[in-house]
């Protein structure tokens, strides 16, 4: 009888080592962004989940479309008199982490050349600014140390005007010295204080300009914000387009004093100044989805713009941009290409070469920003 019962026991063993193995490759680190990313698909494409409602079709409103195409008539609060154009001076803000102590924080790197780039070419900047902390690469433990060593950096040195921002300085922008804030939530505040100090557009490091903002330059309201997802649940500060001393903004680095931004990721960057613009819409200008967030962030929207295309799809999506004057949409200005969500399927992987060669709707619509001797 014991012997008899021994024998299934020993079974079942070894049927649990083949799981036992199976389980402890998975969760070994080469297999970690695999099994991340099939999490992630699965939690964004459930029947149930949010991600559906941020992809839903929409149709722009006649305010969002007099908006795009400079038609916004000027209101009771706006300022009387001539107002001068928003300057056509472009800010990007990156390395405000050292890469030396904290290598996730990743360097100046060909993504963010194409998005400066897009600036140069596409929307024909007047001035290019870009803000930084650490731009040397390899990485340095000291701060403002030789950006020039960064490749990127010297392929672009003569049509930007580099910015020096202390570690100081950026701290101070915390509510607090101790506060255990994101890079991303400092640099939340600094572009809100560049364009209050001195006007112009802001663009992330994973956002690309298509054409000139020209209408949006002229606007009577005194700043321009994108909706974020069909269902607009929000306004995003990945690209605006403000006046110095814009009363919204004043507003909106209030919002900031004593927060404690270490417990949310984007309240005070999307849905606060959505929040804001339904209880002053006469301060603000709002575009359809499309003008700068869509395609959305979404699995399915990153995947539509990173796979890889047939010749006729290729040869199509090429006229198509062409007609639309660079973009893939008519009403569409720019595209933010979610880094987050799509650096390690997609923007990980590109190359001056994979540019050139594959056919993706996202390569064809950066394509022309490559210098024509990059990676010859």
């Known amino acids: 009888m014991h012997c008899d019962m021994g024998l299934p026991r020993r079974r079942r063993i070894y049927f649990l080592i083949p799981f036992v193995f199976a389980c402890a490759l998975l969760l070994s680190p080469p297999f970690w962004p695999s099994v991340r990313q099939f999490g992630d698909r699965v939690r964004q494409t459930l029947p149930f989940a949010y991600q559906w409602k941020v992809q839903q079709e929409f149709v722009p409103t006649q305010n969002e479309l007099d908006c795009l195409y400079g038609r916004t008539p000027r209101s009771d609060t706006d300022s ?3 107002q001068d154009p928003i300057p056509n001076h472009v800010h990007f803000i990156y390395g405000l982490s050292n890469p030396y102590n904290k290598p996730s924080a990743g360097t100046f790197d060909f993504l963010c050349y194409l998005a400066i780039r897009s600036a140069i070419v596409g929307m024909k900047a007047d001035k290019i600014s870009l803000h930084y902390t650490y731009l040397a690469d390899p990485p340095s433990p000291e701060p403002n140390a030789s950006p020039l060593s960064n490749p990127w950096i010297r392929h672009l040195k003569d ?3 580099l910015v020096y921002h202390s570690p100081e ?3 101070a922008l915390k509510s607090s010295p101790d506060a255990t804030w994101h890079a991303a939530h400092v640099s939340d505040i600094l572009r809100l204080k560049l364009l209050q100090e001195q006007g112009g557009i802001y663009m992330d490091m994973d956002a690309f300009g298509f054409r000139p903002f020209t209408n949006l330059l002229n606007s009577p309201k005194d700043i321009v914000l994108g909706h974020e997802g069909g269902n607009r649940g929000g306004l995003c500060n990945a690209i605006m387009v403000a006046r110095k001393n814009s009363s919204f903004i004043a507003r909106w680095l209030r919002e900031y004093d ?3 931004l270490s417990k949310e990721w984007n309240y005070h960057s999307v849905v606060l100044p959505k929040e804001m613009e339904l209880q002053h819409p006469e301060e603000v200008c709002t575009l359809p989805p499309n003008a700068f967030f869509w395609p959305t962030w979404t699995w399915s929207h990153i995947e539509f ?12 999506w090429a006229a198509e941009i062409d007609r639309n004057g660079g973009s893939l949409y008519e009403d569409q200005l720019a595209y933010h290409a979610w880094s987050q969500m799509a650096w390690e399927r997609h923007l990980s992987k ?5 540019v050139r060669t594959r056919d993706t709707r996202f390569n064809i619509l950066v394509r022309d920003f490559l210098q024509d ?3 010859r």
Request: glycine share 10%; hydrophobic share 30%; charged share 40%.
């Open 305 to 316: 713009m990173h796979e890889q295309l047939s010749s006729d799809e290729a040869r199509k």
């Open 373 to 375: 001797d990059l990676g």
């Open 159 to 161: 049509d930007i005007e």
């Open 169 to 171: 300085e950026t701290a």
């Open 258 to 260: 004593g927060a404690d």
């Open 350 to 354: 590109l190359t001056p070469e994979v």
């Open 80 to 82: 009387d008199g001539e």
